[in-house]
T-cell receptor
Framework: DQQVKQNSPSLSVQEGRISILNCDYTNSMFDYFLWYKKYPAEGPTFLIS?????DKNEDGRFTVFLNKSAKHLSLHIVPSQPGDSAVYFCAASANDYKLSFGAGTTVTVRA | DVKVTQSSRYLVKRTGEKVFLECVQD?????MFWYRQDPGLGLRLIYFSYDVKMKEKGDIPEGYSVSREKKERFSLILESASTNQTSMYLCASRPFGEPGATGELFFGEGSRLTVL
């Protein structure tokens, strides 16, 4: 059973607007969360992370929010650009070697 | 620059064949991982290795084995390929060697395997 869930398989957004990607998790032992971005025919690349001791982390146009009580995190991309069109994976770690990944959300930024 | 190299980008094999997927990293990382990516399922961990000659089963190890004889190389072996092993296989490495290390994974470009 997947412990990290991305319930929206796809998202379409206009260039310049905000993209909001959501991720839910079930394992209360997860204490570190990451977002990866993947273009077709390439491996995923690290985007941004957040520790469970924080509720927000920002890096340029990308902000990740963590709501531990709801076991929910989100990635905000502002403003969205055409180069942001990709598959985004949410991942979580429970103080061990392994990362558990969600199914991914495909973002399409329309010009 | 960080580099994880997977030996084959595309492979086509027949059912029952033995398949080797090779992965090499040039960053002196202790941890290495094999994932498979399938539509709607995301990335699922097959095996990982936290050091040379060490290996641990991931979430879906059935039908796979691994080898880590040298620090830079982590091989995934399909002893007898089956059609349900058709997938994108992704190798990754990470610079830390201790449990609880949450360093990011560096991925290779992937190997698309088709089993006929």
């Amino acid at each position: 059973d997947q412990q990290v869930k991305q319930n929206s398989p796809s998202l379409s957004v206009q260039e310049g607007r905000i993209s909001i990607l959501n991720c839910d998790y079930t394992n209360s032992m997860f204490d570190y969360f990451l977002w990866y971005k993947k273009y077709p025919a390439e491996g995923p690349t690290f985007l941004i992370s957040i520790s469970s001791i924080k509720d927000k982390n920002e890096d340029g146009r990308f902000t990740v929010f963590l709501n531990k009580s709801a076991k929910h995190l989100s990635l905000h991309i502002v403003p969205s650009q055409p180069g942001d069109s990709a598959v985004y994976f949410c991942a979580a770690s429970a103080n061990d070697y392994k990362l558990s990944f969600g199914a991914g959300t495909t973002v399409t930024v329309r010009a | 620059d960080v580099k994880v190299t997977q030996s084959s980008r595309y492979l086509v094999k027949r059912t029952g064949e033995k398949v080797f997927l090779e992965c090499v990293q040039d960053m002196d990382h202790e941890n290495m991982f094999w994932y498979r990516q399938d539509p709607g399922l995301g990335l699922r961990l097959i095996y990982f290795s936290y050091d040379v000659k060490m290996k641990e089963k991931g979430d879906i190890p059935e039908g796979y084995s691994v080898s880590r004889e040298k620090k830079e190389r982590f091989s995934l072996i399909l002893e007898s390929a089956s059609t349900n092993q058709t997938s994108m296989y992704l190798c990754a490495s990470r610079p830390f060697g201790e449990p609880g290390a949450t360093g990011e994974l560096f991925f290779g470009e992937g190997s698309r395997l088709t089993v006929l």
